[in-house]
C-alpha cells in the first residue's frame, strides 16, 4: 500500500508538476463557414473565416487591408470527396511563392485582446480549380507567433458542393 502511494505521488511530481499542471491549447482559435454552402459552378466559393483570440495575452495578427484575401495569412487543405488534393491555381501557387509572379500586398498588425475575433474572408475558387461538380472538404490553418507557442492552428472543416 505505501508503494503504491509513494509511486502515485512520484508519478505527479514527475509528470504534471513540470508542465505547471496545465495542458497546452491553441492561442487562438479558428471557425471557417461557406457564405454559401452550394455554390454553382463557375461562380465564386467566399469563406468567412473568424479567428478568436483565445489565450490571456493580446496577440499581434497580420491581416490584409484588401477585402476577401484571407489567403495571404492563411493555407488551406481543399480535397474532394474521394481525398483528393485539389489543384492550386496560378494565381493560388503564386501566394504561396511558387512561380514567377510577385503578389502585392499590403499588410496591418491587428493587436486581438483575450477574446476577441479578427474576420478575414477568402475567395477560395480563386485560389483553388473548384471547377468541377461535386463536394470539397476544406479546411484553413494558420502559423501562431512564437510569442504564444509558435505552431499551427487548424479550423474546423466544411464541406462544399458544387452544382451544374
Known amino acids: 500500500m505505501k508503494i503504491t502511494v509513494l509511486f502515485a505521488v512520484c508519478l ?4 504534471v508538476l513540470p508542465t505547471g499542471g496545465a495542458t497546452t491549447h491553441d492561442p487562438f482559435s479558428i471557425q471557417i463557414a461557406a457564405s454559401e454552402p452550394t455554390s454553382k459552378q463557375g461562380s465564386d ?3 468567412e473565416i473568424v479567428l ?3 489565450s490571456h495575452e493580446v496577440i499581434e495578427l497580420a491581416k490584409e487591408v484588401r477585402q476577401a484575401s484571407g489567403e495571404i ?4 487543405d481543399v480535397r474532394t470527396a474521394d481525398g483528393k488534393a485539389v489543384p492550386e491555381t496560378d494565381y493560388g501557387r503564386t501566394v504561396k511563392g511558387i512561380g514567377p509572379s510577385v503578389i502585392v500586398s499590403s499588410t496591418m498588425f491587428h493587436p486581438v485582446k483575450p477574446g476577441d475575433t479578427l474576420l478575414d474572408e477568402v ?3 480563386k485560389v483553388f480549380d473548384m471547377s468541377r461538380v461535386g463536394k470539397y472538404s476544406i479546411r484553413a490553418w494558420r502559423s501562431a507567433p512564437a510569442k504564444v507557442g509558435g505552431g499551427k492552428v487548424r479550423s ?3 464541406t462544399i458542393t458544387i452544382v451544374d
Request: net charge positive; hydrophobic share 45%.
Open 52 to 54: 478568436t483570440n483565445t
Open 73 to 76: 495569412n492563411y493555407r488551406f
Open 123 to 125: 475567395i477560395l475558387s
Open 156 to 158: 474546423n472543416e466544411i
Open 45 to 47: 466559393v467566399r469563406l
Open 12 to 15: 505527479v511530481i514527475f509528470c
